[in-house]
Nanobody, 116 residues
Framework: QVQLVESGGGLVQPGGSLRLSCAASGRLFSIYSMGWYRQAPGKQRELVTTITSGGNTNYADSVKGRFTISRDNAKRTVYLQMNSLKPEDTAAYYC??????????WGQGTQVTVSS
């Protein structure tokens, strides 16, 4: 089994910052990529950003220049630094891990609300 524990969500004013963390544990033989997705009410889950074990990153256009993904391979943890937050960033944010076997796992989600 694989467990993903997310933390760091909350309520923040527009223009503010939050940092999300996702710690992976369990039967993780080899991680290919880690990343973040989000889902707003009434909308489909969408990619926010991913990072491979080699450090290659991919960002949705809507967050480029504002969000930064990083990872600590030794701790099997991925971080999402979110700056200049906008109301449209409000969503449940989900961590995802993909192994080299192509098996994928989701976290339970953490809520981010951007509102004044």
């Amino acid at each position: 089994q694989v467990q993903l524990v997310e933390s760091g969500g909350g309520l923040v004013q527009p223009g503010g910052s939050l940092r999300l963390s996702c710690a992976a544990s369990g039967r993780l033989f080899s991680i290919y990529s880690m990343g973040w997705y989000r889902q707003a009410p009434g909308k489909q889950r969408e990619l926010v950003t991913t990072i491979t074990s080699g450090g290659n990153t991919n960002y949705a256009d809507s967050v480029k220049g504002r969000f930064t993904i990083s990872r600590d391979n030794a701790k099997r943890t991925v971080y999402l630094q979110m700056n200049s937050l906008k109301p449209e960033d409000t969503a449940a944010y989900y961590c995802r891990v993909v192994l080299t076997s192509n098996d994928g796992y989701w976290g339970q989600g953490t809520q981010v609300t951007v509102s004044s």
